[in-house]
């Protein structure tokens, strides 16, 4: 029981994890491998907040949020767009963007080493008992999953009841469309990169509250991210989300009944899985 | 199809052409070049200081492992980060494997599982679209890692192992050098054969490829195995030389890295351009790492950057671009002449 109850909280941040990588590689068709860069950068920023001020590690969300998205926008406009010029055909903008954030992730991994060192950083923030169904939980961990749920809800609705989120979701159907009915593709992309990258970096400080990190975590993070898009299906975004919770509960269950070290091994396991019996996802459309 | 798929299996060279080898002499001059040229790096190390010989050493590793790398993801386009995987994996090897078997046994076993586990690889990740396999190929070295240290632990072993085999460094650099003589050769043999015909076609458009009657697949996960056996083999020859070896040190992403950079860096559409990024990157990266030892990641990413934005046909490319604009300029030179001699 405890097993699924602490799947579903950790699934919650994974969601929101997912749902930036979602943004930016279904909207904006950038495989970005510097996105779990962003992530450990949003939990070294808390972490430096929570130990500066002493303020509730929420209140990082704040600062963190639209950081990452001027960050991610100038990334975008800085090192994507020229690529996106440059490259004849979708094939090798793949090639051209892979290596790119391939080497950015090398970068923003350095720039933290050189500011905050190679040690594993945790802080204590509600490290408190909170009892479900008669069990005890960290109550930091509730709180991450709250908030997680919170956030994810609020790009959910914002993505399928407003214009500019319609907008988006245009983009990721079909570019080329999309540029007909009058959709700015280029700022559309630009917009989806930023707002991935700074839900990324929430998501970077949820998880910052109950879990140990340092610098070189980021690639594991691209990974269980690019996992769980794939799993649930690179054009739909309810499919990330249940593709998260099938994440979180697949580690907890082999970090609890096997061994705390082999998460990625359990991610792996999935990724083979959905491959080798469904590589459209589970909630994507097989295409021709 | 299937008469057709066959069309993508690696025949023989002196079968396709009938009785002959079909080497030209462009071809015979060049392999002498080759020869001579491998002669003479093989004496370096006996004439050079021992800081000489442990770059050149360097040298040798990331020659073999950048070319090697370069056979799949030069003409297939499909970037492999997962060098660490199989290099790290071929050192397990000879590391776990001491105590049961002889030194140059667990080389060719390095190599055969190396190649193994290539092929499983290869075989989930390589039939369907590119992105899939670089995701996959980004976090196998740290599975691997992961899944070796919990066998230690589960088998309560020392997580660090010595490795204790006696050579010389001029024998570790002419292993090396014997393996990347292995790598050139076939590497050509590929270029010249029916399967690197066939990744060529695969690397310009996969679906021409399909349409040609390709098997894809087949060609994709066999250049890939062929690859990453020679990574394996490459871990498996350094292991001895680091005498300690240890889960994080053995599957460190920096090795992934830095033969992706140093083969962009040569380019990857000619079979020694590899070396051509070796050699510059790996005294440049001696001076980083002497200079700045707390900013490696950071400046190994700029430069990283610097290789994909300005420079991303490599030297070999600059230097084509250079050759072919002399060329020209030669051309043009002589009409004018021409036309000189005519009007006078």
Sequence with gaps: MDIIIIGLLLGATYALMAMGLQLQYGVARIMNLANGEMLIAGAF??????????????????????LAFAVNWAIYRVLIVPLV???????????DCILATFGLSFILVGILLAVFGGEYLSYSYLARPIFILGEPYGLNRVAAFIGSLVLCLGLYLWLHRTRPGLALRAVSVNPAAAGLVSINVTRASALA???????????G?????????????GVVFTLKALI?????????????????????????????????GLTLAAAYLLFMAILLVRPEGLLGRRSS | MTSEAQAAAPVPVTKSTGHRLGITGREWRNLAIAAVLFALAAVVPLVGSGYVQSIAISIAIYTALATSWMLFSGPTNYISLATAAFFGSGMYIVAGGLD?????????LAGVAGALFAAVVGLATLRISGVYFVIFSLGLAELVRQIITWLQHVLGTMSGLYVYVDRSEEMFFWQLLALTAVVYLVGWWIGRSRLGFALRIIGNDELVAVHCGINTARAKVILFVISSTFAAIAGALVAPRWSYVEPTIAFSP?????????????????????????????????????????????????AFLLIVYFIPNGVVGLIEDALRQRGEWLKSLRLLLVRRSRDA
């Design chain 1, 85 to 95: 010029r440059r490259a004849r055909n979708q094939g090798q903008l793949e090639v």
């Design chain 1, 45 to 66: 920023g808390t972490f430096w907040f929570y130990t500066a001020s002493n303020a509730s590690p929420f209140y990082a969300l704040i600062g963190v949020i639209p």
């Design chain 1, 205 to 217: 400080v949820l998880l910052s509250m109950f879990l140990t990190f340092d610098a070189s975590l």
């Design chain 1, 193 to 203: 990169f930023a707002l991935g990258g700074a839900v990324t970096a929430a998501g």
């Design chain 2, 100 to 108: 049961l078997a002889p030194y140059p046994v667990l080389v060719l």
């Design chain 2, 254 to 302: 920096f090795l992934s890295f830095q033969v992706v950079i140093m083969a962009l860096l040569g380019g990857v559409h000619r079979l020694w351009g590899p070396l051509l990024g070796v050699i510059p990157f790996t005294l440049l990266w001696e001076l980083i790492s002497a200079n700045f030892p707390a900013q490696t990641t950071l400046l190994l990413g700029a």
């Design chain 1, 228 to 260: 769980i898009v794939i799993l649930g299906g690179v054009s739909d975004i309810r499919g990330a989300i249940l593709a998260a919770f099938i994440l979180g509960l697949a580690e907890t269950t082999v970090a609890s009944l096997v061994d705390p």
